[in-house]
């Protein structure tokens, strides 16, 4: 039997953490205050490698899903047909459209040429809106009386943001590990 490190808890199998090599029976022992060193100092890890621009990258790359930006780019390209975020006209199992005999021919385009150009626009503004280079976030963040550097973003948080920040960076972490699923799930 081996004893939990934070709760000491016996069970036949603990899990173990990778930095510390403390024994844990569950998320809430790895997740408390005598763990926090540790973990506290993963998420700083996270949180830095991410402001550095080393993303990590889960699965391999056909799995890899594009931003909403790689997306809207392949649109605007031809790559691919459907408005991203926009679900197929005529899904499976929706039956036949309420007016069938509306239809246009096939190679038509269902939107008159005022409105498609004003979709155009409006997709070419909307990829603008969300690129940002880094520059220009250097430059709003010292704006702001900020620096870049990682210590700097942490030390302007209050506690509860902080709290909320290291929240929100466990559930993404979380997330794009896959730690939250179970491989004992039914089919």
Same mark, same amino acid.
Do not use: W
């Given at each position: 039997?081996?004893?939990?490190?934070?709760?000491?808890?016996?069970?036949?199998?603990?899990?173990?953490?990778?930095?510390?090599?403390?024994?844990?029976?569950?998320?809430?022992?790895?997740?408390?205050?005598?763990?926090?060193?540790?973990?506290?100092?993963?998420?700083?890890?996270?949180?830095?490698?991410?402001?550095?621009?080393?993303?990590?990258?889960?699965?391999?790359?056909?799995?890899?899903?594009?931003?909403?930006?790689?997306?809207?780019?392949? =649109?605007?390209?031809? @790559?691919? %047909?459907?408005?991203?975020?926009?679900?197929?006209? !005529?899904?499976? &199992? +929706?039956? $036949?459209? #309420?007016?069938?005999?509306?239809?246009?021919?096939?190679?038509?385009?269902?939107?008159?040429?005022?409105?498609?150009?004003?979709?155009?626009?409006?997709?070419?503004?909307?990829?603008?809106? =969300?690129?940002?280079? @880094?520059? %220009?976030?250097?430059?709003?963040?010292?704006?702001? !009386?900020?620096? &870049? +550097?990682? $210590?700097? #973003?942490?030390?302007?948080?209050?506690?509860?943001?902080?709290?909320?920040?290291?929240?929100?960076?466990?559930?993404?972490?979380?997330?794009?590990?896959?730690?939250?699923?179970?491989?004992?799930?039914?089919?």
């Amino acid at each position: 039997m081996i004893r939990c490190d934070f709760c000491s808890t016996e069970r036949r199998e603990q899990y173990k953490c990778p930095r510390c090599n403390a024994n844990y029976c569950s998320l809430r022992c790895y997740r408390s205050e005598k763990h926090s060193n540790c973990s506290e100092s993963f998420y700083k890890e996270c949180i830095k490698e991410q402001l550095e621009g080393r993303h990590f990258e889960g699965g391999s790359e056909k799995q890899k899903q594009d931003t909403f930006e790689e997306r809207m780019k392949k =649109y605007l390209n031809g @790559e691919i %047909e459907d408005l991203p975020g926009a679900s197929a006209s !005529g899904a499976a &199992g +929706e039956g $036949e459209p #309420l007016d069938s005999d509306d239809e246009e021919p096939e190679g038509s385009c269902s939107f008159p040429s005022k409105e498609n150009e004003y979709l155009q626009k409006v997709v070419e503004e909307t990829i603008d809106d =969300y690129v940002l280079d @880094e520059d %220009e976030i250097d430059r709003k963040l010292l704006g702001l !009386g900020i620096g &870049g +550097e990682v $210590e700097q #973003l942490l030390g302007a948080l209050s506690e509860e943001e902080r709290a909320t920040f290291a929240q929100l960076a466990e559930q993404i972490h979380i997330d794009t590990t896959g730690l939250a699923e179970s491989c004992f799930k039914k089919s």
